[in-house]
């Protein structure tokens, strides 16, 4: 009875994410039901907030600004800035460290077969609360960037990911710095200022 109480907080994903793995789908929904996922907004407007259907069917989860999927960083000659704008996007009047895209990007990464979740951009879409352990269950995850939210604890393993660039400045992250990261071998760029 306990079993099936535990996983009865997760449902199959739907939609465009039909043909995610399981394991992808339950971290998913643990990403947002950790982080606040019915109350996020699109870079701080209410007006344009991210589609309630998002626990279930994370590769439609988008703001109507930009496509998480444009920010997907090169695979030779990146920088620093890789996927950053150094210019406000849209006139806005978003700080200069902000990404143009806002959301989940899904794909099928070369060499694989099946949909992955390869990214998660939410900067300054009002995340706020730890980032859960299974986030290391999205093995394809390329980019975890989620700068000026609420964030307070951060994985303690994310070497089963491809993380490259892991962008949480701007939060309320405190402990120390997990030892595991020392072993992700895709890691390029890690941000925690602020």
């Not at 990403?31 to 344009?48: H, I, K, R, T």
């Not at 406000?88 to 060499?111: I, N, R």
Request: with cysteine.
């Amino acid at each position: 009875a306990l079993l099936a109480a535990a996983t009865a907080e997760y449902a199959a994903c739907t939609g465009k994410s039909a043909g995610l793995p399981d394991k992808e789908c339950k971290a998913w929904q643990d990403f947002y039901d950790a982080l606040d996922g019915p109350n996020w907004v699109a870079f701080g407007s209410p007006s344009s907030a991210f589609p309630q259907q998002g626990r279930t069917d994370p590769c439609s989860v988008k703001s109507k600004i930009g496509n998480p999927c444009s920010g997907n960083p090169a695979t030779s000659g990146s920088n620093f800035t890789r996927g950053l704008t150094k210019v406000m996007p849209g006139g806005a009047g978003l700080p200069p460290w902000q990404e143009p895209d806002a959301g989940v990007c899904c794909s099928t990464p070369k060499g694989t077969t099946q949909l992955h979740i390869t990214q998660l951009a939410f900067g300054l879409n009002g995340l706020k609360g730890a980032i859960p352990d299974s986030v290391n269950d999205l093995e394809e995850l390329d980019n975890l960037s989620a700068c000026g939210c609420n964030i307070t604890t951060l994985p303690q393993d994310m070497t089963n990911t491809k993380v490259g660039f892991l962008r949480l400045h701007v939060n309320s992250v405190t402990g120390t710095m997990p030892a595991s990261y020392s072993k992700m071998t895709n890691l390029e760029y890690i941000s925690l200022s602020d």
